[in-house]
């Protein structure tokens, strides 16, 4: 009669030690998606404000231009990560259709935002951090600083 006890003794610690790794695998493994979907929307929303603040000083610069002014330089301070990953900002020409394009170089996560300018703005593209709008040549240009 002791024999049998201690067999479900140690047949009852496994059967409570496969649970319990089976359910901590499946816990880690419903996480990691959930962390993943937060990383990706955290570059999203990130990329959405600097885009924002890049797009406020597009236009900024253009109302200054249509001021007649010679020379115009707007500096726009921009993080040089968003999420952790660096980032590009792609300038569409605003002759058809003007927005930037920025993408998030780890994640891949791309945001488009669109401005409203009447100036020319040149088709550029440049890495995160800090840039300087600029009057060159009748276009405003984005350029890094």
Known sequence: MTAE???????????ALAITVAL???????????VEDRRDATARR???????????????????AATGADTVAVDADLPAT??????????????TDPHLRL??????TEVRV?????????????VGGDVTV???GGDLEVRSR
């Open 103 to 108: 993408v998030s170089a780890g994640a891949g």
């Open 24 to 34: 901590a695998g499946s816990l880690i493994a419903a996480t990691g998606g959930i």
């Open 46 to 64: 990130g990329l959405e404000v600097v885009g924002e603040r890049l797009a406020a000083k597009l236009m900024a610069a253009d109302r200054l």
């Open 5 to 15: 006890r201690g067999v479900s003794t140690v047949v009852g610690y496994v059967l």
């Open 114 to 126: 669109d401005f409203a300018n009447r100036t020319d703005v040149a088709a550029t593209s440049v």
């Open 82 to 95: 968003v999420a952790g990953t660096g980032y590009t900002v792609t300038v569409n020409d605003s002759k």
């Open 134 to 136: 600029v009057l060159a």
